[in-house]
T-cell receptor, first 117, second 119 residues
Framework: SQTIHQWPATLVQPVGSPLSLECTVEGTSNPNLYWYRQAAGRGLQLLFYSVGIGQISSEVPQNLSASRPQDRQFILSSKKLLLSDSGFYLCAWSAGTSGTSALYEQYFGPGTRLTVT | AQTVTQSQPEMSVQEAETVTLSCTYD???????LFWYKQPPSRQMILVIR??????QNATENRFSVNFQKAAKSFSLKISDSQLGDTAMYFCAFMKLPRILNYGQNFVFGPGTRLSVLP
């Protein structure tokens, strides 16, 4: 079965410090990968998605970047954190498109709570 | 652009009762999928149910069922025999079918409804 991991689970970082959040998926190959941010008590905002190694699409302009160095690894980074980067970050995966409905579902990791102080 | 609206920020229901969460969406697409996700206090997002827009039959998963009204662009979730473990944030999500193979599936999530099941 497929599993998705995220670490760290929680992180407290000062303003201006760098950030690296990691997401890995097991049990599948060539997944589509996604980074979302969830502000307190609010819905999910898609930040980045990737359909393959080195292929990153950004949905919103921001202080963050993403990379996909390996097929099942997705990294969210920042060179200098802002207070507004605080939030709950979720990684998700879905299988590549093939025509059957089950491939369109997204499966989420446990998330990382980031607090920028 | 697609938008998803959940007009009930918070709801509560007595254990064993039935509750319906509403969701409306706005799209000009004809081929799309709709989902309900549950986020309990652990914050793990869990898929509850999905509905393909081309299917007229409403999806059901055990105690969870949907009322999909395509013309009205409405997609409500009914939870029967509510249990304490159903306490969670519930998110409605829209996904249009990608036209390009292996294109990322962009979900649009609603703001969520916080459901509390009371003993």
């Amino acid at each position: 079965s497929q599993t998705i991991h995220q670490w760290p689970a929680t992180l407290v970082q000062p303003v201006g410090s760098p950030l690296s959040l990691e997401c890995t998926v097991e049990g599948t190959s060539n997944p589509n990968l996604y980074w979302y941010r969830q502000a307190a008590g609010r819905g999910l905002q898609l930040l980045f998605y990737s359909v393959g190694i080195g292929q990153i699409s950004s949905e919103v302009p921001q202080n963050l970047s993403a990379s996909r160095p390996q097929d099942r690894q997705f990294i969210l980074s920042s060179k200098k954190l802002l207070l507004s980067d605080s939030g709950f970050y979720l990684c998700a995966w879905s299988a590549g498109t093939s025509g059957t409905s089950a491939l369109y579902e997204q499966y989420f990791g446990p998330g990382t709570r980031l607090t920028v102080t | 652009a697609q938008t998803v609206t959940q007009s009930q920020p918070e709801m509560s229901v007595q254990e064993a009762e039935t509750v319906t969460l509403s969701c409306t969406y706005d799209t000009s697409e004809s081929n799309y999928y709709l989902f309900w996700y549950k986020q309990p206090p652990s914050r793990q997002m869990i898929l509850v149910i999905r509905q393909e827009a081309y299917k007229q039959q409403n999806a059901t998963e055990n105690r969870f069922s949907v009322n999909f009204q395509k013309a009205a662009k409405s997609f409500s979730l009914k939870i029967s025999d509510s249990q304490l473990g159903d306490t969670a944030m519930y998110f409605c999500a829209f996904m249009k079918l990608p036209r390009i193979l292996n294109y990322g599936q962009n979900f649009v999530f609603g703001p969520g409804t916080r459901l509390s099941v009371l003993p």
